[in-house]
């Protein structure tokens, strides 16, 4: 078996730890979950006579972006989604996942966190397990903040795929794939500017 693609930029030689994760991990069911429970709490589910603008960035092959879509269709929202990634081949993949299953209303953007800049302010920005591979974490909160009005980070503690990544440690390769957890995630926000943003943070356990 052959690295997938989104594995030939994080590990150097083992293949398919990160892939092996995900078949067993309920992470992504979990985080659904969660977001069905909690979406009263935010202002964009109040959105009336027009879609709700999301921006998923670091979607990947839409993973997330499915259940996310699944659980603003299941409120009633009708939704405008822009989902950026700064890997092509992932893109094409979502491109191709989606017309299969016959979802419209999806922009695909190749882009990084730091660096993309919206043509409009989004009403909620979706970054889900992609703050590891950021060259600067706090330059990449600082843009996802400027790029909507709400913004949902998931991120792991010291489970998930953390625990996969210290064990194959010696394999991972340097520059922007670090080890980070929530709570690094929490000091970065603490260091910045939230201009009158609140800030809640809530934790939720997965089978690993």
């Avoid at 398919?16 to 589910?45: M, N, V």
């Avoid at 269709?73 to 016959?102: C, N």
């Avoid at 009158?196 to 939720?204: D, E, I, T, W």
Wanted: net charge negative; hydrophobic share 40%.
């Amino acid at each position: 078996m052959g690295l997938e693609p989104f594995e030939q930029f994080i590990y150097v030689e083992p293949e398919g730890p990160y892939t092996s994760w995900l078949e067993t991990t309920s992470e992504k069911h979990d985080f659904e979950a969660w977001l069905a429970r909690h979406l009263h709490l935010f202002e964009a589910s109040r959105i009336t006579g027009r879609p709700l603008s999301v921006l998923d960035i670091g979607c990947s092959w839409g993973s997330t972006s499915f259940r996310v879509i699944r659980v603003l269709k299941a409120a009633g929202l009708e939704i405008e989604y822009t989902g950026v990634d700064p890997y092509q081949p992932q893109l094409d993949k979502f491109r191709q996942l989606a017309d299969k299953s016959g979802l419209t209303g999806v922009r695909f953007v190749q882009g990084n966190a730091e660096e993309y800049v919206p043509d409009h302010e989004h009403d909620l920005v979706i970054a889900s397990h992609m703050l590891y591979y950021t060259s600067s974490m706090s330059r990449s909160l600082a843009n996802l903040l400027a790029a909507g009005r709400e913004l949902v980070v998931v991120h792991h503690g010291k489970r998930g795929i953390n625990t996969v990544h210290e064990a194959f440690g010696p394999h991972v390769k340097a520059g922007a794939h670090v080890i980070s957890l929530d709570d690094d995630v929490a000091k970065c926000f603490a260091s910045l500017d939230l201009s009158g943003r609140v800030l809640h943070r809530h934790n939720f356990s997965s089978t690993v």
